[in-house]
């Protein structure tokens, strides 16, 4: 059969059976990237790596699930949007050469997005394994500013030119780029097991893997948890305590982890940039945080989840001595910095109230030189920790997860 024939069928297949789809569904999230404001090039001492705008183009996102279902939805966030996102057209294939298949929202197949919201594509009646790949494509007609986006989406991304919703693979001209751009959640229509959702900075965003790789903590604490939903909600550059290259921990803990659907508990792993930047390249006139400050910052987060009778879990911050040395981002460690690290660790491993802590930093850090990552764990760079590091990073959490799951009734 042609291949145009079949995509039309398979298209079709979908669309048809939406009738299909029962009354009630079960919306678990089974993926999301945090959303983030573009900066401008004064502002931070990284390039957003993605144009200013978009006309007549299509951009292609490949993502993986954590849990499967027996349907498939999408959000787009216009969340730092000053107009309306206007989406011509927008395709989703289950597979990177499968057929793409046509979204609708709310029964047509344009949406206007307006500034500052975020909308959900109508229920595909499509079946997505668990772990398995996802291709989305968005064409994006008028001329749109990119002003929300996720910036280091460890996973190759294209743009194209024209509408090319239609077609599975991207063209041999286009752009590849590594952010995310407007898509910020997927879920499925599953029974599974609380899910969590990871809160924290690029070591949780995976800065430190290979692309187009999934080898992030939280992709390997996915396999490790079969039946529970693991989101990613790191933001590289991400703070406890103040805005930045993305929103301060308070400010988005609701958003990006507890209000997503199906979650229960939190893991939250964030610190390092709060003492790392204050005199580096990203911040190069401020201070120090006081330890207690950075304690209040952790308290309010616990007393915020167990508000909504969701679990909290605090991860000791990983050592980083040497981090980034050699690169544009000057001064990012030293030993002040380092002896602060290790006193807030001290405090977090007293747990605080948390329902539960992962010490990352005994995990990963040299037993001959503290300051410092294990040469193995090490992704190079002395901050991020490498595929190995992050194995372990997960194995670590699957154990204190696990501890009370099987009690525990289905979402």
Known sequence: MPCFMRNTLLSL????????????????????????RAWRADELPLP????????????????????????????????????????????????????????RFSGISDVSVAAGAQVWSDPLPLPIPALSSVQIALYIRAATPLTTFHWDGKQTAY???????????????????????????????????????????????GNGVPLDSNQRWTDALAAALPGRAVLNAGISGARLLQDGMGER??????????????????????????????????????ALPELARLQRGYLALIAQTHARG???????????????????????????????????NDWLRAGQGADGVID????????ARPTQLRAEYDSGDHL????????????????????????DAKF
Not at 183 to 194: E, K, S
Not at 260 to 282: E, K, M, Y
Not at 386 to 406: D, E
């Open 249 to 286: 921990a308070s400010a988005r803990l609701q958003r990006d982890a507890l209000a997503q659907a199906g979650v229960r508990d939190v893991v939250v792993l964030l610190g390092t940039n709060d003492i790392a930047w204050p005199g580096s390249s990203f911040a190069p006139s401020a």
């Open 360 to 367: 990352f930093d005994a995990l990963l850090r040299d037993p």
């Open 48 to 103: 957003t790596r993605i144009p200013t705008q978009l006309q007549d183009q299509t951009v292609r996102q490949t993502l993986r699930v954590s849990v499967g279902g027996k349907a498939v939805r999408i959000a787009l966030s216009n969340l730092y949007g000053q107009q309306p996102l206007q989406v011509a057209a927008a395709s989703l294939a289950a597979d990177r050469n499968a057929a793409p298949i046509p979204l």
């Open 384 to 407: 991020h920790p490498g595929p190995a590091g992050n194995a372990a990073m997960a194995a670590a959490a699957a154990a204190i997860l696990q501890k009370s799951t099987s009690a």
């Open 13 to 36: 297949t979908a669309v048809l059976s939406l009738s299909a789809l029962p009354a009630h569904a079960d919306w678990i999230t089974t993926w999301t990237a945090s959303p983030q």
């Open 310 to 344: 969701q679990r909290i879990f605090l991860g000791t911050l990983p050592p980083f001595a040497h981090a980034l040395e050699g690169s544009p981002i000057l001064h990012y460690a030293s030993p002040t910095k380092d002896a602060l690290r290790q006193a807030l």
């Open 159 to 205: 743009i194209e030119a024209g509408d090319q919703t239609a077609h599975s693979v991207a063209r041999a001209n286009a752009m590849p780029i590594e952010a995310r751009l407007w898509l910020t959640a997927v879920q499925v229509d599953a029974i599974a097991d609380p899910g969590v959702a990871a809160l924290g900075d690029s070591i949780t965003d």
